[in-house]
C-alpha cells in the first residue's frame, strides 16, 4: 500500500469518528461563563449598560440567570437595600425588579444632578474634556447644549475661556482644543514652578546666612549682659556692705578703732573716744560740704546721697493727697520717717537723656538721691 493510499484511509478513519451519534442526541452547553464586575454604586447606570453588554455577548437571555448572575455581583452592604426581593424573588422577570430597585435606590436624583452642574463640578488636575464628558452625563437632556455650553468654560481656566468664547465650534471641538491649550498651560505652570525653586532656594541660602550673622550677635549680646550682670552684682555686694555699716558714724566707718572723733549715733565700741560735744556743728558742716543736683525742668534741687538706701520724695512737694503706707524707713539717727508710697519721676539732669526713677514718698523736708538710682544708671550706661 502507498503512502498517499494510507493517508486516504486514516482521514477517512477520523470522518466517521466526527459523524454525530445515529440516535440523535447531540452536545448542549447549558452553563455559559460571563465576567460581571463588582457593583458600582456611585453610577449605577453606566454599570448596568455594562453588564447587560456581558449578557448579550453570552447570549443570556433568561431573567432568572440575569437575576442570579447580578445578585453574585452585589456586596454585603448592597444587599441589605434588597434583601426582599432575594428571600422572595419575583416570579415574573426577577431581574428587571431587582435592576429597578438598585436604580431607585443609588442612582442620583435630577435635583442633586442640576445642583452638581451648577455648583459642585470643577475642573481640578483632569482634562476639560473629561470634565465635558461628566457635565453632559449628568445632565441627561436637563439642559440644551448652549446651556451645557457655558457651565463648562465657567469652570476652565480665564486664558483658556476667553480664546473658546469667540469660536463658534461644537462642543467636541471645543473640548478638544481646551485639551490642547490646557496642556501647554501645564508645560508653562512647570517652567514657573522651576524657576521659583531656583529662587527660594536662593532666598533660602540669604535666610541662612541671616540667621548666622543674628546668632553671633545674640552671642555678643549675651557676654555683655553677662558682664553687666557681674557689675550689677558687685553693686548689690557694696548696697549690702553699706548696710552692714550704716550705724557707724563717718569717722568710725572711714578710720575705724584710728579714729580721734565719734558722731551720734555709732555703734563703735571700746574705741576710747566719746561722742562729740558738737555733734550738731559736725553734721551742719558735713552737710554744707554736701551735693546738690538740680532738675532742670521743675528746677527742683535734689540731694545726693549714696548712703541712702533708696531715693525719697518730700510729700509736702506734691499737690495731691496721698496715702500713709504699712511701711517705715529709717533715718541716719534711727528715727522713723512715714512713707506714703511712690511716684516715677522724670529727671533732667543735663546727660545726655533723660531718667526715669521710682521715688518713695516721705516725710521729708528735701528730694534725696539714694543709692539705688545710681546703681540704675551705672548699669544701663
Given at each position: 500500500m502507498s503512502e498517499k493510499e494510507d493517508k486516504s484511509e486514516n482521514a477517512d478513519g477520523d470522518s466517521e469518528n466526527l459523524k454525530p451519534p445515529q440516535d440523535?442526541?447531540?452536545?448542549?452547553?447549558?452553563?455559559?461563563?460571563?465576567?460581571?464586575?463588582?457593583?458600582?454604586?456611585?453610577?449605577?447606570?453606566?454599570?448596568?449598560?455594562?453588564?447587560?453588554?456581558?449578557?448579550?455577548?453570552?447570549?443570556?437571555?433568561?431573567?432568572?440567570?440575569?437575576?442570579?448572575?447580578?445578585?453574585?455581583?452585589?456586596?454585603?452592604?448592597?444587599?441589605?437595600?434588597?434583601?426582599?426581593?432575594l428571600y422572595t424573588p419575583p416570579i415574573d422577570n426577577p431581574y428587571t425588579a431587582l435592576k429597578?430597585?438598585?436604580l431607585s435606590e443609588f442612582e442620583v436624583s435630577q435635583n442633586k444632578k442640576v445642583r452638581a452642574l451648577l455648583e459642585d463640578l470643577d475642573l481640578g488636575d483632569r482634562k476639560p474634556s473629561s470634565l465635558l464628558r461628566q457635565m453632559q452625563e449628568l445632565s441627561e437632556g436637563l439642559v440644551d447644549d448652549a446651556?451645557?455650553?457655558?457651565?463648562?468654560?465657567?469652570?476652565?481656566?480665564?486664558?483658556?475661556?476667553?480664546?473658546?468664547?469667540?469660536?463658534?465650534e461644537s462642543l467636541s471641538e471645543?473640548?478638544?482644543?481646551a485639551d490642547r491649550m490646557h496642556e501647554y498651560n501645564l508645560g508653562e505652570v512647570a517652567a514657573v514652578k522651576a524657576s521659583k525653586l531656583e529662587y527660594c532656594t536662593s532666598e533660602l541660602r540669604e535666610m541662612k546666612l541671616q540667621i548666622s550673622e543674628l546668632s553671633k550677635q545674640v552671642e555678643t549680646l549675651?557676654?555683655?549682659?553677662?558682664?553687666?550682670?557681674?557689675?550689677?552684682?558687685?553693686?548689690?555686694?557694696?548696697?549690702?556692705?553699706?548696710?552692714?555699716?550704716?550705724?557707724?558714724?563717718?569717722?568710725?566707718?572711714?578710720?575705724?578703732?584710728?579714729?580721734?572723733?565719734?558722731i551720734k549715733p555709732c555703734s563703735f565700741q571700746n574705741n576710747g573716744v566719746k561722742p562729740s560735744e558738737i555733734s550738731v556743728a559736725s553734721e551742719t558742716l558735713v552737710y554744707g560740704r554736701r551735693l546738690y543736683v538740680?532738675?532742670?525742668?521743675t528746677k527742683t534741687q535734689f540731694l545726693v546721697d549714696t548712703g541712702s538706701d533708696v531715693s525719697c520724695y518730700p510729700k509736702s512737694y506734691l499737690n495731691e493727697v496721698v496715702k500713709l503706707q504699712g511701711t517705715t524707713l529709717f533715718a541716719a539717727n534711727s528715727s522713723h520717717i512715714k512713707i506714703f508710697g511712690s511716684k516715677l519721676l522724670s529727671l533732667d539732669l543735663g546727660l545726655q537723656?533723660?531718667?526715669?526713677?521710682?521715688?518713695?514718698?516721705?516725710d521729708i523736708t528735701k528730694p534725696i538721691i539714694g543709692a539705688d538710682f545710681f546703681a540704675e544708671i551705672w548699669f544701663v550706661s
Open positions: 440523535g442526541n447531540f452536545f448542549s452547553c447549558s452553563r455559559v461563563a460571563v465576567r460581571v464586575p463588582a457593583f458600582w454604586a456611585n453610577n449605577v447606570k453606566l454599570y448596568f449598560a455594562q453588564i447587560e453588554a456581558n449578557f448579550r455577548i453570552a447570549g443570556i437571555v433568561s431573567e432568572q440567570t440575569k437575576f442570579d448572575t447580578l445578585v453574585a455581583a452585589l456586596d454585603p452592604q448592597t444587599l441589605t437595600h434588597v434583601s426582599d426581593l429597578n430597585r438598585l446651556f451645557l455650553k457655558n457651565l463648562w468654560l465657567n469652570r476652565l481656566p480665564v486664558n483658556i475661556r476667553t480664546i473658546l468664547s469667540i469660536s463658534s471645543f473640548a478638544e482644543m549675651n557676654a555683655r549682659f553677662a558682664s553687666l550682670n557681674a557689675k550689677k552684682r558687685y553693686t548689690r555686694s557694696r548696697s549690702k556692705s553699706r548696710e552692714r555699716n550704716k550705724r557707724l558714724c563717718f569717722y568710725h566707718y572711714k578710720f575705724g578703732d584710728r579714729a580721734h572723733k565719734c538740680q532738675d532742670m525742668i537723656r533723660k531718667l526715669q526713677w521710682p521715688f518713695v514718698i516721705a
